[in-house]
């Protein structure tokens, strides 16, 4: 069973402090790494990709993946109240016959406070 | 940017209704994808597409069926809608599927909120 695994909170941080988001997943072989911010009532959107071990910093976010120990996270610097949503973990995993599918964690739920 | 666009964001149906849902994407992906999300399930996968015509069963597809007649266009039909369908439904594309090293990153839809009665 390809699983994703993620704590789905809520995670309260307090405004200004970093959000550490953290992701799990089961198939070795994986590839490539998605993180997705979904607000209450819309759709998720693509906020982070990582291919490779290491960090990779876009603004206030940094997404950091271990393959060996098949951790991702995602870190969010200075948060923000805006940055109040649910954030779904995605791994592309092999689903068999050459193809991959994109295997979502149920998200974790972060609130910033003001 | 890439751009996906659902036809509509709330539907009531009833019972036994056939309900057509349309996603359209303006980027020439060669894959769409037709997910529902419930509260506690989360994203879950009920059909995709990588090319005209083609399509594949994902986890839940009993009760549903899809269309893919033009690349940009991928509908999900319910034949005969009951109270269980009741639920968020989301439209993807992505780029690419497969491969060595398989990116496939998907870009969502706006959503439909889909409520059988």
């Known amino acids: 069973q390809k699983e994703v695994e993620q704590n789905s909170g809520p995670l309260s941080v307090p405004e200004g402090a970093i959000a550490s988001l953290n992701c799990t997943y089961s198939d070795r072989v994986s590839q490539s790494f998605f993180w997705y911010r979904q607000y209450s009532g819309k759709s998720p959107e693509l906020i982070m990709s990582i291919y490779s071990n290491g960090d990779k910093e876009d603004g206030r976010f940094t997404a950091q993946l271990n393959k060996a120990s098949q951790y991702v996270s995602l870190l969010i610097r200075d948060s923000q109240p805006s940055d109040s949503a649910t954030y779904l973990c995605a791994v592309n995993m092999y689903s068999g016959a050459g193809s991959y599918q994109l295997t979502f964690g149920k998200g974790t739920k972060l609130s910033v406070i003001p | 940017d890439v751009k996906v666009t659902q036809s509509s964001r709330y539907l009531v149906k009833r019972t036994g209704e056939k309900v057509f849902l349309e996603c359209v994407q303006d980027m020439d992906h060669e894959n769409m994808f037709w997910y529902r999300q419930d509260p506690g399930l989360g994203l879950r996968l009920i059909y995709f597409s990588y090319d005209v015509k083609m399509k594949e069963k994902g986890d839940i597809p009993e009760g549903y069926s899809v269309s893919r007649e033009k690349k940009e266009r991928f509908s999900l039909i319910l034949e005969s809608a009951s109270t269980n369908q009741t639920s968020m439904y989301l439209c993807?594309?992505?780029?690419?599927?497969?491969?060595?090293?398989?990116?496939?990153?998907?870009?969502f839809g706006p959503g439909t909120r889909l409520t059988v009665l």
């Open positions: 993807a594309s992505s780029l690419r599927l497969g491969g060595g090293l398989s990116y496939n990153e998907q870009f």
